[in-house]
C-alpha cells in the first residue's frame, strides 16, 4: 500500500500543485512586484522602487486602520475563546438537550459576513435609535457592533473544537484529582487547561488571524464610517486600491504589508501556544 501511495503520488498531487500554483503563487508574486510600481492594470506596470511604501506609513488612514484592528482583535480574540470555552464546559456536563444547543451555537457560522453584517446593522441601530445614536456616531460604536457581531458568528465554531479537546481528557485524571482533594477551580487550572492547550492554539491561530482579516462584516456594519474611524486594515487596503486614482500601487503595498504582519503575529502566537503544550 505504501508503495502504491509513494508510486501514485505525484499523479494525484499534480492537479492541485497546478491549481495552488495558478490561483496563489503565481498572484502573490505578481503582487509583490506591483507593489513597487505604479500600474493601472497589470499590463501598464512601472517600476517606481520604494514610493508606494513611502505613502503607505504616511497614510493616516492606514495607521489609524492598523491600531483600531490591533486593539479590535485583541478584545474579540479575549471575548470569543472565553465565551467558547466557558459554553464548551458547560455543555460537557451531560446537560438534557446538548445537541440541539450545540448546533444552535453553531448555526450563526454558517451565515456569510455581509448578510451578518446588515443584520446586526439593523438590531444595533434599532437599539441605539432609542439613544438618538447609530453605529456611526462614532468609531466606538462600531467597534463595539463589530465586537458583538464577530462574538456571535464565531463562539459556536471555537465551542465545538473546545468540545472536542474536553472531550479528550482523560476521566481518571479529573477523577484523580477530584480524590486528592483538588477544587474545581484547581481542576480547572492544573488539569484541564493543559489538556486543552492544543484546542487553544487552534482557536486562538484561528481568531487571531480571522480578526485580523476581518472585511465583509466591517464594509455590511460601518463601512469605515464616520469618516473612515471605524476602519478595518482590510477595508483600507480595499478602499485604497479601488476608490482613490492613482493609489493602486500603493494599496499594494499595503496588502503587502498586511500579510507580511498577519504571517508574523500568526507565527509568534503558534509558536507560543506550542511551547506550553509541550512544557505542560
Request: hydrophobic share 55%; proline share 3%.
Amino acid at each position: 500500500m505504501e508503495k502504491s501511495i509513494k508510486k501514485y503520488f505525484p499523479l494525484f498531487a499534480l492537479p492541485t500543485l497546478v491549481a495552488f500554483t495558478i490561483g496563489f503563487i503565481i498572484p502573490f508574486i505578481m503582487g509583490i512586484y506591483l507593489s513597487f510600481c505604479k500600474f493601472t492594470t497589470v499590463t501598464d506596470a512601472k517600476f517606481t522602487g520604494f514610493s508606494n511604501y513611502l505613502k503607505v506609513f504616511s497614510d493616516a488612514t492606514f495607521v489609524h486602520s492598523l491600531w483600531y484592528t490591533a486593539l479590535f482583535t485583541i478584545v474579540s480574540v479575549i471575548a470569543i475563546n472565553f465565551f467558547a470555552f466557558v459554553i464548551a464546559m458547560l455543555l460537557t456536563k451531560g446537560i438534557r438537550g446538548t445537541n440541539i444547543f450545540r448546533t444552535v451555537f453553531f448555526m450563526p457560522n454558517l451565515i456569510g459576513g455581509i448578510v451578518l453584517g446588515y443584520i446586526w446593522q439593523l438590531i444595533l441601530n434599532g437599539i441605539l435609535a432609542h439613544f438618538n445614536r447609530t453605529l456611526v456616531y462614532s468609531s466606538a460604536y462600531g467597534f463595539w457592533g463589530l465586537v458583538i457581531l464577530m462574538c456571535w458568528q464565531q463562539v459556536g465554531y471555537m465551542m465545538i473544537i473546545y468540545i472536542a479537546g474536553i472531550q479528550n481528557i482523560p476521566g481518571e485524571l479529573i477523577e484523580a484529582a477530584k480524590i486528592d482533594g483538588a477544587s474545581n477551580w484547581q481542576v480547572l487550572k492544573s488539569v484541564t487547561l493543559p489538556m486543552v492547550m492544543p484546542s487553544i492554539t487552534i482557536c486562538t491561530f484561528l481568531t487571531l488571524t480571522n480578526g485580523f482579516k476581518l472585511f465583509d462584516q466591517n464594509l455590511a456594519l460601518t463601512a469605515g464610517e464616520p469618516m473612515k474611524m471605524s476602519q478595518m486594515l482590510a477595508l483600507n487596503i480595499y478602499d485604497t486600491f479601488y476608490a482613490r486614482n492613482g493609489w493602486e500601487g500603493v494599496g499594494q503595498a499595503k496588502a503587502v504589508i498586511f500579510f507580511i504582519l498577519v504571517a508574523i503575529i500568526a507565527v509568534v502566537q503558534n509558536k507560543i501556544t506550542r511551547s506550553k503544550e509541550v512544557q505542560q
